[in-house]
């Protein structure tokens, strides 16, 4: 079945340690997106991607990084610059970028802790 | 600013209606979706309304008025797993989703 897989699910990082969460897709969809999720907030985006090899950020990229070296990953890297990093962490994916009846399809998520 | 209102939570008894409201502003509007997300699990779309009316699946439904920038989800015939979260996000001008805090729905035996 085609779908998102994230991994890890759950990590834990000391502060200072930067950790790389993975996103890969086989629906061969265009366009990547990296969502942080906070209780009480909507989701914000991070990052995206419409195509291999370039990425823009969202609104919230500081202390977070990204590529796009091939289609069906973009895995993202949450830096030491990031001040507050614990969150739960959402990958998704669409066809193609600029179309209003984009639907997301989302990974299960990867839940990080720092300690 | 651009902004997403949708209640926190919400409390309905199996097998009843819920209402449950979406209010945006935002530069632009290319279409408002409603998703589903379970407790620690990933969001699941469940409908897209871009033309003002109603739109009608199964037990849910969605309505988009875009004079008001209101839309509403309908939950029919409650049912335990319908205990969610549920996510309000407008599409803006330049295609990007702006999304609601989402609402939490607690359904009651």
């Known amino acids: 079945d085609g779908g998102i897989t994230q991994s890890p699910k759950y990590l834990f990082r000391k502060e200072g340690q930067n950790v790389t969460l993975s996103c890969e897709q086989n629906?061969?969809?265009?366009?990547m997106y990296w969502y942080r999720q906070d209780p009480g907030q909507g989701l914000r985006l991070i990052y995206y991607?419409?195509?291999?090899?370039?990425?823009q950020k969202g609104d919230i990229a500081e202390g977070y990084s990204v590529s796009r070296e091939k289609k069906e990953s973009f895995p993202l890297t949450v830096t030491s610059a990031q001040k507050n990093p614990t969150a739960f962490y959402l990958c998704a994916s669409t066809p193609s970028p600029g179309s209003g009846a984009n639907v997301l399809t989302f990974g299960a998520g990867s839940r990080l802790t720092v300690l | 600013g651009q902004n997403i209102d949708q209640p926190t939570e919400m409390t309905a008894t199996e097998g009843a209606i819920v209402q449950i409201n979406c209010t945006y502003q935002?530069?632009?509007?290319?279409?408002l979706f409603w998703y589903q997300q379970h407790a620690g699990e990933a969001p699941t779309f469940l409908s897209y309304?871009?033309l003002d009316g109603l739109e009608e699946k199964g037990r849910f439904s969605s309505f988009l008025s875009r004079s008001k920038g209101y839309s509403y989800l309908l939950l029919k015939e409650l049912q335990m797993k319908d205990s969610a979260s549920y996510l309000c996000?407008?599409?803006?001008?330049?295609?990007?989703?702006?999304w609601g805090a989402g609402t939490k729905l607690i359904i009651k035996p």
């Open positions: 996000a407008v599409m803006d001008s330049n295609y990007q989703l702006i």
């Open positions: 935002t530069s632009g509007f290319n279409g």
């Open positions: 309304n871009v």
């Open positions: 991607s419409q195509i291999v090899n370039d990425f």
């Open positions: 629906l061969n969809h265009d366009a």
